[in-house]
DNA sequence: ATCCGGACTA
DNA sequence: TAGTCAGGAT
C-alpha cells in the first residue's frame, strides 16, 4: 500500500498520508457492504453528513440488508425518511432493495440500472463496498480535480480506492472549497496546483443554477402533505389537489376516493 | 434545462 | 431575509 502510494502523483500521495483515517463520521465507508454504502450515500445526497449518521444508524438497525428493506412497506421506509429530504430518494432506494433482494446486484459496470443510482453514487459503491479504485466524483471532488488536474485525473492507483475518495471528498469540503480555498494554509495539493498558482479561485466547475425559492413551492406543499401522510396513513386529496397529483405522479400516494393515502407494492 | 426538501448560513 | 446546497430523473 505505501509503495503504491509513493508511486502515485507525489501530491495525491502527500494527500492520502494528509486525510483523517478515523472515519468516524464514515462509518459505511469501511463496512465493504454494499447496501450500507448504498444506503449512507443516497440520504448524505440529501442532507449533511452530521444529520444522516443518526438516521443512517438507525435504518441499518432495523432493515440491516437490502431484503430487510425490501421487506418492508413505502409507508414505513417514507416514514422513517422524514428529515432527510426528497423522498422520491426513498422510494428509489426501496425499490432498489427489493430489485436487489429478489435478483442480485447487477454487475459492477451496471449499477446505475438501480434506480436512484447515477454515476456518483455507483462509483461510491465501487469505491467505498468494493475497494476498486475508482473516484467517486461529487461536485467537491469535481472541483478539486479542475483545480488541480485540469488536464485530466490520472486515475485511483490499485488497493486505494477507498482512501483516495475519502481524502478527495476531505479536500473538497475543508480545503479546496469553492469560494475561499485555503491553497497556502496547508493543502496538501498546493504543489503544482495551476489554481493556487493563478492566485485566483477560478470560475465554479459546473455553472450553478439558481434554484426556485422553497416557501410556497410545490415542493414544500408536497413536503407538507406527505409529512400527514406518513404520519397518519391518509390525508384529504383535495386539501392541495396539485400537490397530491404530483405525490401520486411519482409514485409516492395514490388516491382513494377522495383521499390520497399510501401507495400499494407496485 | 427543471424539478425535487428543507436545513444551514451570511 | 435571502441565498446556498447536490445527485438523479425527466
Redesign the pocket.
Known sequence: MTDVASTCDPGVSRLIGWFRTDGADFPWRRTRDRYAVLVA??Q?????V??VVPYFEAWMTRWPTACDLAAASLGEVLAAW????????AR?LHLAARRICDVGWPGAADL?D???????????IRCFADGAPVL???????RVLARRFPDGWPGTPQGLGWEVGQAFMDLG?EWCT??APRCDDGCPLRAGCPAASAGAVLE?T?P????????G????????L??ELTAHGSVVADRDAAAAA??VA?G?ARVDGAVLVLPEHP
Open positions: 450515500e443516497v448524505l445526497q440529501s442532507t449533511q452530521g444529520r422524514q428529515g432527510l429530504g426528497y423522498p422520491r430518494r428509489n446505475t438501480l434506480p436512484g443510482v447515477g454515476p456518483y453514487t455507483a462509483a461510491a467517486p466524483e461529487d461536485t467537491n471532488v469535481a469540503r469553492a469560494r465554479r459546473p450553478r443554477r439558481r434554484q426556485s425559492r422553497f416557501d413551492s410545490m415542493r414544500q406543499r408536497r413536503g407538507v406527505l409529512r404530483s405525490l411519482d409516492l
